[in-house]
């Protein structure tokens, strides 16, 4: 049997302890067996995680519903503030965020986390972490984000604590200001019906330091270690409920519990896990919500994650005995969605449902423990519609200039000229280069990646050509108007070339668009779209962002690719992607695409096409063997 020291004493000589409660007993009781005991605790943790600036809801998003595939609007935050808000009865409740705030969405371009910050307050939550995305743009950017939280002005009266156990600032930096108190700490401490709780907070360390951009000083210790200090610090001021606050993922929410003593709760994030049943509604789950694991001293441990992008949501009950051990716990993850449905009519085109089948499905819903049918809050609704307005705004800005236009082609040889009428692309469709601008889009995704030797682009995702002149906002966000996030893969030299092979296939000999097409930034090859599949490329050379020097690339070497997330997931036609994507050797950047060309842009000042022994395509033959200027 587990017992819990009393409050009032440390749990580090529990045996004696015992041993002198248990005398003390037989001596004053004649023989009572009393332990030591607690006041029984019933917590509730509403909890979300990795919502990315994902402030708007997903439109026309399938789900199966009453058994039929259903179109809804899924998620959106002004939805996640009503929830919360609705939960405001419930008895002795944790509101906590589990990191990943920042990155994703135009609302971070435009922002820094300044919505993300008013969007937040809107719920005020107990307790939020910093996930490894919270410094893609360095510690002085994510210290503004907190500002925001805190600023009464943007609604920040909630005084939400940042929790890191293993985050160190340097002194001096932003996040730790001479004269001031730092924005981080450790743990926090609540008081729930009496008891205090204990919050600790910890973030993925290697990640952080490899693929965002926190300051050289900033220290990222070890997760485990640190979380483990904190824990121990707790328990020397008497606090027996631990909840730790992860943003590590949920295969390692799971290692680290089994690695520390005295952790009841883990809440998690970064890897957007949904856990729960939820083959009615036609998703796959992860595990189950929630997963019950041991830790290190055979205690029982309840993780939960809720997905992604303010989708879903948590809520954990957990039931501790008097003992202080946890004895149960439950609850469920629930899609957030609206009340608006379409379902296919005989022809296959989607149509609204009649009001009548609509209220139906809605009384239905309504007992559904995996979704929750809620209307946006409406101040948290007209607080983002200021934002996405000035979204508008915001495009007008001026961001750089090009020196001399960026033409648009899909392949090189093509007979369409998809810059026609725009001065300097008169021929370009005709040239060997192909397209300039789906190189620089290229070269902004290498220049915006931390670890990637190359960059690949796929021509149908730049979508317009780029006359000389001034460049705005709108021109980027127009050249590319998708919301695709950049994605860091490990691939072999030889699995790179598969997939540049899969690209020119996709159309050559597949019959599908040609905006498959490959461009890369650092990457260069001769292309002989004569041949057969598995022969069109040759020469295949790999530039150092060391040196700048090229050479051949090594067929057996891993290198990292960065593209869009939509071709890394293996789309538009590069199979050889695909399985390397699933098998998770890749690190989501959440660096909007488009966000990764306004940068650099801004960065460069003014830009140009690249020099020509920069351009991907060096020689090629087109497809009737002639080989192209």
């Not at 998003?61 to 935050?77: H, K, R, S, W």
């Not at 990943?100 to 939020?128: E, H, P, R, V, W």
């Not at 919050?199 to 990640?207: D, F, L």
């Not at 149960?328 to 969605?337: M, P």
Request: proline content about 4%.
């Amino acid at each position: 049997m587990h017992f819990r020291a009393p409050a009032f004493a440390p749990r580090r000589s529990l045996a004696l302890a015992l041993v002198a409660t248990l005398s003390l007993g037989l001596a004053a009781c004649g023989g009572s067996d009393d332990a030591p005991s607690f006041k029984p605790l019933e917590l509730n943790i509403a909890h979300i995680n990795d919502h990315h600036s994902q402030l708007d809801a997903f439109a026309a998003t399938e789900l199966t519903l009453d058994g039929v595939a259903t179109q809804v609007e899924l998620g959106g935050f002004a939805r996640q503030t009503a929830v919360f808000k609705s939960l405001a009865g419930t008895p002795n409740l944790l509101k906590l965020h589990a990191g990943d705030a920042l990155t994703g969405s135009l609302y971070y371009t435009f922002f820094k986390g300044k919505a993300d910050a008013q969007m937040m307050n809107s719920i005020c939550f107990d307790a939020f972490i910093p996930g490894n995305h919270e410094f893609d743009d360095g510690d002085g950017v994510f210290k503004g984000f907190l500002d925001a939280l805190a600023d009464p002005a943007n609604g920040g009266n909630c005084k939400t604590p940042t929790l890191s156990a293993n985050i160190v600032p340097q002194a001096g930096t932003p996040l730790a200001p001479a004269g001031a108190a730092a924005y981080l700490q450790p743990y926090t401490i609540k008081k729930i019906d009496g008891v205090e709780v204990g919050i600790v907070g910890v973030t993925i360390a290697t990640k952080t330091v490899n693929s965002s951009r926190p300051l050289a000083t900033t220290q990222f210790l070890d997760e485990a270690a640190s979380a483990q200090k904190a824990i121990d610090a707790l328990k020397a001021k008497g606090v027996r409920h631990i909840v730790l606050m992860s943003h590590l993922g949920y295969e390692s929410d799971k290692q680290i519990a089994a690695q520390l003593t005295d952790v009841d709760v883990i809440i998690g994030g970064d890897s957007h896990t949904l856990l729960g049943d939820f083959k009615a509604q036609g998703l796959a789950s992860s595990g189950a919500y929630p997963t019950v694991v041991k830790n290190k001293s055979g205690e029982t441990v309840c993780i939960g994650q809720a997905w992604e992008y303010a989708k879903a949501y948590g809520l954990m009950n957990v039931k501790f005995d008097d003992r202080g051990s946890v004895a149960q716990c439950g609850g469920q993850a629930r899609l957030v969605i609206g009340d608006s449905f379409k379902r296919k009519d005989g022809a296959g085109a989607w149509q609204t449902l009649a009001e009548a089948d609509r209220q139906a499905l809605v009384g239905k819903l309504a007992t559904s423990a995996a979704v929750k049918v809620t209307a946006p809050d409406a101040a948290a609704a007209q607080t983002l519609s200021v934002y996405t307005s000035q979204v508008s705004a915001e495009k007008a800005k001026t961001i750089g200039t090009a020196t001399e236009a960026l033409c648009l082609v899909r392949k090189p040889g093509e007979t369409t000229n998809r810059s026609a009428g725009v001065a300097g692309c008169e021929t370009a469709n005709t040239q060997a280069r192909g397209s300039d601008a789906a190189q620089v889009v290229a070269e902004a995704f290498l220049r915006a990646s931390k670890r990637a030797d190359f960059a690949l682009q796929n021509a149908g995702g730049v979508r317009v050509p780029v006359a000389a002149g001034q460049l705005s906002m709108n021109t980027a966000f127009t050249l590319l108007p998708f919301t695709n996030v950049l994605v860091e893969l490990d691939v072999k030299g030889s699995e790179m070339i598969a997939a540049l092979e899969d690209g020119v296939a996709n159309h050559l000999d597949n019959a599908q668009s040609d905006g498959s097409h490959p461009y890369a930034a650092g990457l260069r090859w001769d292309l002989d779209m004569s041949r057969t599949k598995g022969q069109r490329f040759s020469n295949v050379q790999v530039r150092s962002k060391a040196t700048g020097a090229w050479s051949a690339i090594d067929p057996a070497k891993t290198y990292v690719l960065v593209t869009n997330d939509f071709v890394a997931s293996g789309k538009d036609g590069y199979a050889a992607l695909g399985p390397i994507y699933a098998a998770g050797r890749y690190v989501n950047t959440y660096l909007l695409y488009t966000q990764s060309f306004v940068d650099y842009v801004i960065a460069q000042g003014t830009i140009a096409r690249p020099k020509a022994a920069d351009y991907s395509h060096q020689k090629v033959i087109g497809k009737t063997g002639v080989a192209l200027p």
